[in-house]
Structure formats: C-alpha cells, structure tokens
C-alpha cells in the first residue's frame, strides 16, 4: 500500500513524526507499505515550519505546495487545486490527513474526487463551536473519510452518532503525545530561561492566538492586565503567535516577557519546568497534562474534553473576570491533580501502522 501523508501546519508536523517512523520500521521489517510526504505549505514561516521538521527529524517532503497566505477560501482554494495536480501525478491507495486546519478537509476533499480513499488521524473530536474554523474543517472531513483513528472514546462515540461505521474507527491514542513523550530527554533550554533567570516552577506560560482573544485590542489587554495583575508577581513568557503581534505593538506589563515564537524543543522545556500554563490552544492542553502541569484554558468550549475530565486541564472561558478566582486557586496549591487518559503512551502511531498494514 502506497499512502500520502499531509502536513500544512505546526500540529500536523508534531501528529506526522512517529507515523513516518513507524512506516520507516514496518517496511524495514519487510511490510509493503511505504509513504509520499506531502507540504501543502499552509504555515510558511520558518519558526511555524522548517523548525519543526529539523528538531524532529521528519525527512524533506516529497512536495512543498506553498500555498501559505490569503484568506480562509483562498487558502484552500489554493491547496485543493495543487493537490489535484500533485494526486493525479502521483497516485496513491490512501491519503492520511492529521488534525483540523484547511489542508486537513482540502486534501480530503481532493482525494475523494479522485477515488482515493481517507483515513483521518485525530478524527472524531468536536468542540461544538461552529464560529472556529476548525471545527467546519472536523466535520467536512469527517463527513467523506474512509478509515478514523481516534485519540480517546469520546470521538469514537461523536463518529459513531454521526454515523460512522464501528469496524472503520480505530482506537489508537495520540500521536502528539508520541511525539512529546519521545523528545522530552532532547528538550532545549531557551535562551529567555537564563536571561530572565527563571526559577523551575515558578513562571507562568501565556500563549494566545485565537481570533475571539486577540482581534480586539482592548479585549486582548483587558485579559494579559488580569493575567498579569493576579499572577503574584512571577513571571510570565508569552511566545507571542504574529496574529497576536500586531495588537500588542507599544504595550508593555510588569512581569510580561514577550518574546517570539519557539522551536518544538524549547517551548515544551518552558512548559515542562512552569507553574502553570494559561492558553486558548487545543494542542498545548494535551502536552501539560501528560506533563503534569495545570494548564488554564481561555475559551468558552474544547474539542479536548478528556484533558479537563482526567487531565490537569480548566476550561474557565473568555471573560478577564474569571482569571483572578482561577489564579487563586493555583497560588493556593488547590489545583486537581490530572491524569494521563487511556493509550496516551507513546505508541499510537505503531498501533495505526498495524492497522494500515492489515487494510
């Protein structure tokens, strides 16, 4: 079997490191499944992509689609037409998307269109908020995949209620976790660590990009002067994402050390060694509960809802008004102690090989 995997953006990059090196052991071990790496160039700067594939060893595409930039429409627009070209050039018995940005349902689309079937890792998960993008690009995905390997039974039960056939979703965990789990030995300490003179478990990591935080400058002030205002005075790294950059410019807060985006390894060091981690991310609540770490969640809903029922993870909304109850709670030591939810050890992607080996 001949699969394309496609990777547009920084989460698919982490979701796509151990599949590949878990097809690189099965073909070594004599199984005929072999792989054709496909960029879709969805995120187009180097710190948001070539990073990503240096500190995870993930080989040079096959194809880089660059198709970074424009809108929402054109972006995709972009993708489906290049990836119609890239398929019908390079036939394969099975697509593999990863995630929920644009290249995710572009690719999905395109190969369906051409008789190719998909499989969809991290299908299933739903956070019921159809204003995030994202969230339209589960659904459409999910709507026309083939095959579905889930990271927890919650997806399963939304695939199945969606009509899913049971014998086409797979159980496997999370390939993310994979990813983390194997490079926590090669964790980077960031330069800011040192500079800052950083004391473990004693700073607070503040990462914000999602357009209901940080579009509106006087919403985004109002929520960095509540973080800053009840966080006791430690410090707090904010790698600041370019949407939010632009909204932040001529703004400066006592104890706020923003500083650009970070590589894999030195961001998880960062997290790996904080107090807490305050986010709007899906992603970044999967890391800190793995790593025990609590993790407080600026949105109204999540489509990771086992990391705030089993892991160390709050979802406590948008509103400023709630951060200074939930920071008393942390500097108090009330904060619940997670666990680790079921088959997030490691091992996803070789359970997904072994599937695709047997299909």
């Known amino acids: 079997m001949k699969i394309s995997i496609v990777a547009g953006a920084r989460p698919n990059f982490m979701k796509i490191a151990p599949i590949i090196d878990a097809?690189?052991?099965?073909?070594?071990?004599?199984?005929?499944?072999?792989?054709?790496l496909v960029h879709t160039g969805q995120h187009f700067?180097?710190?948001?992509?070539?990073?990503?594939f240096d500190?995870?060893?993930i080989p040079k595409p096959d194809v880089n689609l660059e198709c970074g930039g424009g809108s929402q429409a054109e972006q995709t627009a972009s993708i489906m037409q290049k990836f119609e070209i890239?398929?019908?050039?390079?036939?394969?018995?099975?697509?593999?998307?990863?995630?929920?940005?644009n290249s995710t349902m572009a690719c999905a689309i395109i190969s369906q269109k051409l008789k190719t079937k998909v499989a969809h890792v991290e299908g299933g998960i739903r956070s019921g908020d159809w204003q995030?993008?994202?969230e339209i690009n589960r659904l459409v995905t999910d709507s026309i995949s083939n095959y579905f390997f889930t990271t927890s039974e919650t997806a399963n039960n939304n695939l199945l209620q969606s009509g899913a056939k049971k014998e086409n979703i797979f159980f496997v965990g999370n390939t993310m976790i994979d990813t983390l789990l194997k490079n926590i030995p090669r964790l980077i300490?960031?330069?800011?660590?040192?500079?800052?003179?950083?004391?473990?478990?004693?700073?607070?990591?503040?990462?914000?990009?999602?357009?209901?935080?940080?579009?509106d400058k006087e919403r985004l002030f109002d929520l960095i002067e509540a973080i800053v205002s009840n966080s006791k005075n430690i410090p707090i790294i904010f790698p600041v994402h370019p949407r939010t950059q632009k909204n932040l410019r001529n703004y400066s807060f006592p104890n706020l050390y923003m500083v650009e985006p970070m590589n894999y390894l030195s961001f998880n060091f960062l997290v790996k060694h904080s107090k807490a981690?305050?986010?709007?991310?899906?992603?970044?609540?999967?890391?800190?509960?793995?790593?025990?770490?609590?993790?407080?969640?600026?949105?109204?809903?999540?489509?990771r809802p086992e990391t705030c029922e089993i892991g160390t993870n709050e979802l406590v909304g948008t509103d400023p008004k709630a951060i200074e109850p939930?920071?008393?709670k942390l500097f108090k030591g009330e904060w619940k102690r997670g666990k680790i939810p079921p088959l997030w050890d490691g091992k996803a992607a070789e359970r997904i090989v072994e599937i695709l080996n047997r299909l």
């Open 23 to 36: 097809i690189v052991k099965s073909k070594n071990a004599g199984n005929n499944l072999s792989y054709r």
């Open 45 to 52: 700067d180097e710190k948001m992509s070539q990073s990503f």
């Open 55 to 57: 500190e995870l060893n």
């Open 86 to 101: 890239e398929l019908m050039r390079n036939p394969v018995d099975l697509t593999l998307v990863v995630g929920d940005v």
């Open 132 to 134: 995030m993008p994202e």
């Open 189 to 215: 300490k960031p330069e800011i660590f040192d500079t800052v003179g950083l004391v473990n478990g004693n700073y607070i990591v503040l990462t914000l990009h999602r357009p209901t935080n940080v579009d």
């Open 277 to 303: 981690v305050i986010t709007d991310s899906g992603g970044i609540t999967e890391e800190t509960t793995v790593l025990g770490i609590p993790c407080i969640t600026l949105r109204e809903t999540t489509e």
């Open 326 to 328: 939930v920071l008393d």
